[in-house]
């Protein structure tokens, strides 16, 4: 029988994780997965859970909330998780309650999503700000992840730092572009391709009931942000592709006027139509 199948799941249960599994499931006759409460009950039994199994790993066996999750059908135990992250954010009703109350003029409150990516701000300054901002501005949850990843990054480099110095003549601002590409280039493969920095071989190294709702959003958001990276060097070389083009056109006009790169550019647009064109006509 498969190991993720519920039924064998639960038959393998020791007393104490029977007692959590009742507990749960006796909450999951009245799962709404709109009801924020709902949620934040479960985080409260699971987070209890999880401390009584760290303080009493005899009682427990491997992998509790992951083995817990597929007795209750879900697929992994990113919902239990990231229930017990929030309730840990706000462990007691008064302070949940404070945080549902927050709304716009529009009357809209934080969905639980939202909740759980701002779960992570231990700052109540920031979490106040970015909570209203999500607000005021309408955020999906995944733009407010974004804006919470933004203001990390913010934060930690802190303000001010050392100003560039511009190129003074065309030769060093392609030399500085030069040395700025090949170092983007270094940093991106080393990055994602070389072993010591492979994201999913680390990954992988992390315990099953440590995943978590908002570290997949953050795994995605990173290999959204990578391919935009792709695509911002992938037209920085076509630039310079059709930057070294023009040089050499410029170096082998021997006597002709010299052109703006965008009367090249103009100029080589309106003899490919004129290639294209004699193409269909032959055809």
């Not at 959590?20 to 749960?24: D, E, K, Q, S, V």
């Not at 170092?183 to 990055?191: P, R, T, W």
């Not at 630039?239 to 083009?245: A, H, K």
């Given at each position: 029988?498969?190991?993720?199948?519920p039924?064998?799941?639960?038959?393998?249960?020791?007393e104490k994780?029977?007692e959590?599994?009742?507990?749960?499931h006796s909450?999951h006759?009245?799962k709404s997965?709109?009801?924020?409460?709902?949620h934040?009950?479960?985080?409260?039994v699971?987070?209890?859970?999880?401390?009584?199994?760290?303080?009493?790993?005899?009682?427990?066996?491997?992998?509790?909330?992951?083995?817990m999750?597929?007795?209750?059908?879900?697929?992994n135990e990113s919902?239990?998780?990231?229930?017990?992250?929030?309730?840990?954010?706000?462990?007691?009703?008064?302070?949940?309650?404070?945080v549902?109350?927050?709304k716009?003029?529009?009357?809209?409150?934080?969905?639980?999503?939202?909740?759980?990516h701002?779960?992570?701000?231990?700052?109540d300054?920031?979490?106040?700000?970015l909570?209203?901002?999500?607000?005021?501005?309408?955020?999906?949850?995944?733009?407010?992840?974004?804006?919470?990843q933004?203001q990390?990054?913010?934060?930690r480099?802190?303000?001010?730092?050392?100003?560039?110095?511009?190129p003074?003549?065309?030769?060093?601002?392609?030399?500085?572009?030069?040395?700025?590409?090949e170092?983007?280039?270094?940093?991106?493969?080393?990055?994602w391709?070389?072993?010591?920095?492979?994201?999913?071989k680390?990954?992988?190294k992390l315990?099953?009931?440590?995943?978590?709702?908002?570290?997949?959003?953050?795994?995605?958001?990173?290999?959204?942000?990578?391919?935009?990276?792709?695509?911002?060097?992938?037209?920085?070389?076509s630039?310079?592709?059709?930057?070294?083009?023009w040089l050499?056109?410029c170096?082998?006009a021997?006597?002709?006027?010299?052109?703006?790169?965008?009367?090249?550019?103009?100029?080589?647009?309106?003899?490919?139509?004129?290639?294209k064109?004699?193409?269909?006509?032959?055809?």
């Open positions: 029988m498969s190991d993720d199948n039924i064998q799941i639960i038959n393998d249960f020791k994780e029977r959590l599994y009742a507990r749960l909450q006759k009245e997965d709109s009801d924020r409460w709902w934040w009950e479960v985080g409260k699971v987070h209890a859970a999880l401390r009584d199994a760290k303080a009493n790993e005899e009682h427990y066996g491997k992998n509790v909330l992951k083995r999750a597929l007795a209750l059908g879900y697929d919902v239990l998780n990231t229930a017990a992250l929030v309730y840990d954010r706000w462990p007691t009703k008064a302070a949940f309650k404070e549902l109350k927050l716009n003029e529009a009357n809209d409150s934080l969905s639980w999503t939202h909740l759980a701002l779960a992570q701000l231990k700052d300054k920031m979490f106040s700000k909570a209203q901002l999500s607000l005021e501005k309408g955020l999906t949850a995944r733009q407010l992840l974004q804006a919470i933004k990390s990054n913010s934060s480099k802190g303000s001010g730092g050392p100003k560039h110095k511009l003074s003549n065309p030769t060093d601002a392609m030399t500085h572009i030069n040395t700025l590409f170092a983007i280039v270094k940093k991106f493969d080393n990055s391709f070389c072993k010591k920095f492979n994201l999913a680390e990954l992988e315990p099953a009931d440590t995943i978590t709702e908002a570290l997949l959003a953050q795994v995605q958001h990173t290999r959204e942000h990578m391919r935009d990276v792709q695509s911002l060097l992938s037209l920085a070389q630039s310079l592709v059709e930057s070294e083009t050499e056109e170096l082998l021997d006597g002709e006027e010299s052109i703006s790169m965008a009367e090249h550019k103009k100029k080589r647009v309106t003899a490919k139509a004129k290639r064109k004699r193409v269909g006509t032959k055809a």
